[in-house]
Nanobody
Framework: VQLQASGGGSVQAGGSLTLSCKAR????????MGWDRQAPEKQREPIVR???????NYTDSIRGRFTASREYARRTMYLRMENLKPEDTAVYYC????????WGQGTQVTVSS
């Protein structure tokens, strides 16, 4: 399994970023997948999950500001992040469950006030 994430960066509060994650080695869309993040000095937490049955769930802190999507032909997940806040500063990881739990290498998102 390979997960290649990209798209992080530094923005001011209120700005937007889009993350992408290309997956290899899985049957894309037929397993749990999504995004986690780890803020400084905090534990990694799941923020978005596509379940194997197609349900999409967001954690409360991002609902209404972040939009997750998938493009099957490109085997890629996206996370469109809008109205970013300083508390969104974290390393963002894409995740899949495929014969185990897998995370990508992480991409840094920094939001300044």
């Amino acid at each position: 399994v390979q997960l290649q994430a990209s798209g992080g960066g530094s923005v001011q509060a209120g700005g937007s970023l889009t993350l992408s994650c290309k997956a290899r080695g899985i049957v894309f869309g037929r397993t749990d997948m999504g995004w986690d993040r780890q803020a400084p000095e905090k534990q990694r937490e799941p923020i978005v999950r596509f379940t194997a049955d197609g349900t999409l769930n967001y954690t409360d802190s991002i609902r209404g500001r972040f939009t997750a999507s998938r493009e099957y032909a490109r085997r890629t997940m996206y996370l469109r992040m809008e109205n970013l806040k300083p508390e969104d500063t974290a390393v963002y990881y894409c995740y899949v469950r495929w014969r185990g739990d897998w995370w990508g290498q992480g991409t840094q998102v920094t939001v300044s006030s």
